[in-house]
């Protein structure tokens, strides 16, 4: 478990250095939010597991399909174009408490 806690944190972090480089390329993989929104949902069976709001009030989502397991992380600007950052296979929701032992919040 705490392997797969260290490699979700990795990746939350690459996601964080990649916001900037996803919206400065604009190619193909951005698109008009709603756009994206319906093709992960048509395409995909993907819906919205998450939100967080990320560096220079971008959008960070999780969109993920609890049936077959696939999973994409979306970044949208405040202008509302919306970049596939990341993607993935083996989904599923946690709801064990993740603090670490010994942290006081």
Do not use: Y
Not at 27 to 47: H, I, Y
Request: hydrophobic share 45%.
């Amino acid at each position: 478990m705490k392997q797969r806690f260290l490699a979700l944190s990795l990746g939350v972090g690459a996601m964080i250095l990649a916001t900037g480089h996803a919206f400065a390329q604009q190619n193909r993989n951005c698109a008009d939010r709603d756009r994206v929104v319906e093709r992960l949902a048509s395409g995909f069976g993907e819906t919205r597991q998450s939100i967080g709001l990320g560096a220079n009030n971008a959008v960070i989502e999780v969109f993920a399909s609890l049936e077959t397991g696939t999973w994409t992380i979306t970044v949208t600007s405040p202008a509302g174009l919306t970049c596939l950052v990341a993607s993935g296979q083996a989904f599923e929701t946690v709801t064990e408490d993740l603090t670490p032992t010994g942290l006081q919040l």
